[in-house]
């Protein structure tokens, strides 16, 4: 009912940027929250940062100064603009969607993935 789609992961230096976008789809009525999220193997999945409805927004220590999160609702796209990328930020980064559906219905939806790697 909720298609994301991911985007724009890859290979970059340290120091370097990236912007991941994810596009979403489905019968829609209004956005809750939009978040991107990151996984390393063997660890659990950790908040990056999240958009909410009214503005707000909320970021992982630490990811703050160095990364965006933003929306441009012409295209149902939110973004993770990344800059001064570390080692550490080396990851599968997972975009989340909590929306209500044309019907009202609550619900939340994961993208696939796309890999970060930070590395000289």
């Known amino acids: 009912q909720v298609q994301l789609v991911e985007s724009g992961g890859g290979l970059v230096q340290p120091g370097g940027s990236l912007r991941l976008s994810c596009a979403v789809s489905g019968s829609i009525f209004g956005f809750n929250t939009m978040g991107w999220y990151r996984q390393v193997p063997g660890k659990q999945r950790e908040l990056v940062a999240m958009l909410i409805s009214i503005g707000r927004t909320n970021y992982a220590d630490s990811v703050k100064d160095r990364f965006t999160i933003s929306r441009d609702n012409a295209v149902n796209t939110v973004y993770l603009q990344m800059n001064s990328l570390k080692p550490e930020d080396t990851a599968v980064y997972y975009c989340?969607?909590?929306?209500?559906?044309?019907?009202?219905?609550?619900?939340?939806?994961w993208g696939q993935g796309t890999q970060v790697i930070v590395s000289s």
């Open positions: 989340n969607a909590d929306v209500v559906l044309s019907d009202l219905r609550a619900f939340n939806s």
